[in-house]
């Protein structure tokens, strides 16, 4: 196993650059082929697929916490049964992605570790509560929508794992989306009090899920490289207004307001245009000091810790298995 590429390059000394090796990962990259494991990559490539992918997959398996919150207090057995299934759905797409990082050369250990230890980060919307079950119905609408978004292009990604695995995981986030579009209608065309909750619930979640593409383009760090990669398709900018301009007409169908006054056709382009939002909320968040950041962390903490017993059990039974056909072997 690698260590991770950033303690890696401080405890080795760098090689030579073989110029050979680089020119022809530049050549896949250009003629737009996939990268693999078992290829030469420059370390900063495998420092950037390790960030974004471990960062990735911890998003998914913290964003299980919030609607995991609703199962017990879902409003009957089938949205139970739905919600339950949406949340192991969350677990599996952490696992494919934790399996494409160790194709990097990191182990699932390590990045736990890292993000238990605070030096790594997840998506910054888990960080808000969710108060009703309406919010299941925004979460599922905007959030996984605004996931899709940006993760539809990432099965064109330039380093084979990462795209292979985010294939499945599109298909799922699909049906997340429909299921969380089906309930706000249900909700919106309900009675009076349904429909505030609805309402309520879009007013919450609308300017966090803009904020979930990043920063503006001009304060992105990693968008120009990963563009240039191919790791990235759309800038965060380009991938906000393509969510934007989809979520309107659906806002109509749902007779449901976005909370946007500045919010309008730019008819020249056919873009809607929206109002300023609140990047320092969004550093505030990011750094930390979000809602339920510390509450995340800890939930996290607690079930890793938790769990332990079992992941050692797994490991003393298979190290038991391998001596015993080391044994049939002999």
Same mark, same amino acid.
């Given at each position: 196993?690698?260590?991770?590429?950033?303690?890696?390059?401080?405890?080795?000394?760098?090689?030579?650059?073989?110029?050979?090796?680089?020119?022809?990962?530049?050549?896949?990259?250009?003629?737009?082929?996939?990268?693999?494991?078992?290829?030469?990559?420059?370390?900063?490539?495998?420092?950037?697929?390790?960030?974004?992918?471990?960062?990735? /997959?911890?998003?998914?398996? $913290? *964003?299980?916490?919030?609607? =995991?919150?609703? +199962?017990?207090?879902?409003?009957? @057995?089938? !949205?139970?049964?739905?919600?339950?299934?949406?949340?192991?759905?969350?677990?599996?797409?952490?696992?494919?992605?934790?399996?494409?990082?160790?194709?990097?050369?990191?182990?699932?250990?390590?990045?736990?570790?890292?993000?238990?230890?605070?030096?790594?980060?997840?998506?910054?919307?888990?960080?808000?509560?969710?108060?009703?079950? /309406?919010?299941?119905?925004? $979460? *599922?609408?905007?959030?996984? =929508?605004?996931? +899709?978004?940006?993760?539809?292009? @990432?099965? !064109?990604?330039?380093?084979?794992?990462?795209?292979?695995?985010?294939?499945?995981?599109?298909?799922?986030?699909?049906?997340?989306?429909?299921?969380?579009?089906?309930?706000?209608?249900?909700?919106?065309?309900?009675?009076?009090?349904?429909?505030?909750?609805?309402?309520?619930?879009?007013?919450?979640?609308?300017?966090?899920?803009?904020?979930?593409?990043?920063?503006?383009?001009?304060?992105?760090?990693?968008?120009?490289?990963?563009?240039?990669?191919?790791?990235? !398709?759309?800038?965060?900018?380009?991938?906000?207004?393509?969510?934007?301009?989809?979520?309107?007409?659906?806002?109509?169908?749902?007779?449901?307001?976005?909370?946007?006054?500045?919010?309008?056709?730019?008819?020249?382009?056919?873009?809607?245009?929206?109002?300023?939002?609140?990047?320092?909320?969004?550093?505030?968040?990011?750094?930390?000091?979000?809602?339920?950041?510390?509450?995340?962390?800890?939930?996290?903490?607690?079930?890793?810790?938790?769990?332990?017993?079992?992941?050692?059990?797994?490991?003393?039974?298979?190290?038991?298995?391998?001596?015993?056909?080391?044994?049939?072997?002999?």
């Amino acid at each position: 196993m690698y260590g991770l590429p950033e303690e890696r390059n401080r405890s080795q000394p760098a090689e030579p650059e073989d110029t050979a090796l680089r020119d022809s990962f530049e050549a896949t990259i250009a003629a737009d082929e996939r990268i693999e494991p078992r290829d030469w990559m420059p370390d900063e490539y495998r420092t950037t697929l390790v960030r974004q992918i471990a960062q990735h /997959a911890h998003s998914e398996i $913290i *964003g299980m916490q919030p609607e =995991g919150n609703w +199962i017990t207090r879902a409003p009957s @057995l089938q !949205r139970k049964a739905i919600l339950m299934a949406k949340v192991q759905d969350e677990a599996g797409h952490g696992m494919y992605l934790y399996s494409a990082a160790e194709t990097l050369g990191v182990s699932r250990d390590q990045l736990v570790e890292l993000l238990l230890a605070g030096k790594q980060k997840y998506s910054s919307i888990f960080n808000y509560p969710t108060l009703s079950w /309406a919010d299941m119905g925004a $979460i *599922g609408w905007l959030v996984d =929508g605004a996931a +899709i978004m940006n993760q539809i292009p @990432l099965t !064109r990604c330039s380093y084979g794992p990462y795209a292979r695995a985010m294939v499945r995981v599109c298909k799922e986030e699909s049906f997340h989306q429909r299921q969380g579009f089906e309930i706000l209608h249900t909700l919106s065309h309900g009675t009076g009090a349904q429909h505030e909750m609805a309402q309520d619930a879009v007013n919450r979640w609308w300017w966090p899920s803009l904020m979930m593409f990043g920063p503006p383009d001009d304060e992105s760090p990693h968008t120009a490289q990963s563009m240039a990669w191919k790791i990235k !398709r759309f800038t965060n900018d380009e991938l906000r207004q393509r969510f934007v301009d989809i979520c309107v007409p659906q806002a109509a169908v749902l007779e449901l307001t976005l909370p946007d006054p500045d919010l309008r056709l730019d008819e020249p382009t056919g873009n809607y245009r929206y109002g300023e939002i609140d990047w320092e909320e969004f550093k505030r968040v990011l750094k930390g000091d979000g809602p339920c950041n510390r509450q995340r962390l800890e939930h996290r903490t607690r079930a890793h810790e938790e769990g332990r017993w079992v992941r050692e059990a797994a490991a003393a039974y298979a190290a038991k298995r391998a001596r015993a056909e080391e044994r049939l072997a002999a």
